[in-house]
């Protein structure tokens, strides 16, 4: 298996391109399958989970066409043909390699009536069950059994606007349940819905492609629902938390970095921790500056859904104040089990301790490199910042899961001098 290894102690000072959001490009993926027309998407990640939905795409009959987009960050245009449209089963070997596929049910569902996906299993960072993609879909008309591990969804007659409160924020049952009302009959109210930028992206697009929506980056969202959805082009949003994991890579090594096309109003609540953490942050209209010359300080963080500080930079945040002055807190609200991590960091010398959801992490003068491994994205990156400020050098093991999420991360940050390769298996 491939590994990274990085030699540690080099202040970043360079320019890092942000690529297009992985989970924004996921949804807006799916919902090519709510139209017989062309959905054109440009700046998609070239990321392992987007192929993944591709592979899942192209099982139910979708034609799939990819080539490289001219700007400079390196993204794709995918063009996705559903007008021929053959299977509307989510077979298991894809849906174990990625949650995600579970958005093909709400679209798959409105246009065709049926949908069966395998159920997800529980994963590295917690049990994430589907009830409330579920509840929502069967408060639309859907009749759903769970057989032999998978979820049949069915509406043979279609599904009907209605209210859907969500008892809690998902960002996933929002996005599948503004696809499936998409195409349902009437109007269909989202209550609670999710905030995140990459909610209001998909809303974007299903507009281009015909639908009505109104409320989208609000907590009520409003769909009245279209016989038909016709195609569209549409470019996905810059990846806020690229951009967030190297701000805080150029916050924990010293030095500037400019994080280029990334909207800083995309940002929430992260750049604030950062400044807190001892870093200046100059958001320019398409670029964000990170730059540290003092001490890095202590911070108490609280994950929340979006603008709040997202669950997907607290590890990348637990990394940066490992070498603090002082004791931070880090607590984490979303998931009960996304502290896989903190093992890893201790034994590149961190003080952490954890108890139920909250991390302890007192400030020591030094981390030390190690051979180091996590079970997940987020976790895995946050093992490559402290390896960019460890003595001596640090290898990061099964990096897969960096491969999911994180496009040429060797390539950026080498750019930007940091002494970092991979070695292949
Ligand atoms: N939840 C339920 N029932 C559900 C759905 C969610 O109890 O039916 C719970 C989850 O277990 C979790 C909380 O609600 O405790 C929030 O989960 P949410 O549904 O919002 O998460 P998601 O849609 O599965 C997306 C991102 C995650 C990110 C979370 C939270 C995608 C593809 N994934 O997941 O990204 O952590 O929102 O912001 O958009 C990552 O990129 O590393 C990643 C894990």
């Given amino acids: 298996m491939d590994r990274i290894r990085i030699r540690g102690g080099k202040p970043l000072h360079g320019t890092i391109p942000i690529g297009g959001a992985k989970n924004a490009a996921l949804p807006l993926m799916a919902a090519a399958l709510l139209t017989e027309q062309t959905l054109q998407i440009a700046n998609v990640p070239d990321l392992a989970d987007i ?49 995600a596929s579970v958005l093909v049910m709400g679209p798959l569902l409105s246009r065709f009536g049926e ?61 599948n349940l503004m696809m499936a009302a998409a195409l349902a009959d009437g109007e269909t109210v989202l209550e609670n819905a999710a905030l995140e930028p990459e909610v209001i992206d998909l ?30 082009e549409h470019s996905v949003i810059p990846d806020r938390i690229e951009a967030a994991t190297y701000a805080m890579a150029g916050a ?24 807190v953490a001892g870093a200046a942050v100059v958001v320019e209209p398409d670029e964000l500056i ?7 300080r202590a911070v108490e963080v609280t994950t929340a859904p979006f603008p709040g500080f997202p669950t997907d930079a607290q590890a990348q945040m637990m990394a940066l104040v490992a070498t603090a002055d002082g004791t931070s807190m880090l607590t984490e609200a979303i998931f009960e089990n996304r502290f896989m991590h903190v093992p890893e960091l201790v034994r590149m010398g961190a ?19 190690a051979q180091v491994m996590a079970t997940d994205l987020r976790a895995s990156v946050s093992l490559v910042l402290a390896g960019l400020i460890a003595d001596g050098e640090t290898t990061v093991n099964r990096i ?26």
């Fill in 115 to 175: 949908a069966r996906v395998s159920l997800p299993g529980g994963c590295a960072i917690g049990t994430r069950p589907v009830n409330l993609h579920l509840d929502g879909l069967e408060r639309l008309g859907a009749k759903i059994e769970i057989e032999d591990g998978y979820i049949h969804a069915r509406a043979p007659k279609g599904l009907s606007g209605a209210l859907v409160r969500f008892p809690s924020v998902s960002v996933g049952a929002t996005e």
């Fill in 351 to 369: 003080d952490i301790s954890v108890r139920g959801n909250r991390a302890t992490v007192q400030g020591v003068p030094v981390l030390r490199g």
């Fill in 51 to 99: 192929t993944t939905m591709l592979d899942l795409l192209q099982s139910h009959g979708m034609g799939v066409e990819t080539c490289e987009d001219n700007g400079s960050n390196g993204g794709r245009t995918v063009t996705l043909d559903g007008s021929r449209i053959t299977r509307t089963t989510a077979d298991y070997e894809l849906v174990r390699k990625m949650r």
């Fill in 252 to 275: 924990i090594t010293g030095g500037e970095v400019r994080l280029r096309g990334i909207d800083g109003s995309l940002m929430g609540e992260v750049l604030k921790a950062i400044e």
């Fill in 290 to 296: 990170v730059m540290r010359n003092g001490p890095l």
């Fill in 203 to 232: 809303a974007r697009c299903l507009v281009t492609m015909g639908a009505e929506i109104n409320g989208a980056g609000t907590t009520c969202i409003r769909i009245q629902g279209r016989q038909k959805l016709g195609g569209g």
């Fill in 400 to 425: 897969y899961h960096l491969d999911r999420g994180y496009e040429r991360l060797v390539e950026k940050l080498a750019a930007c001098g940091v002494e970092i390769e991979r070695i292949y298996a």
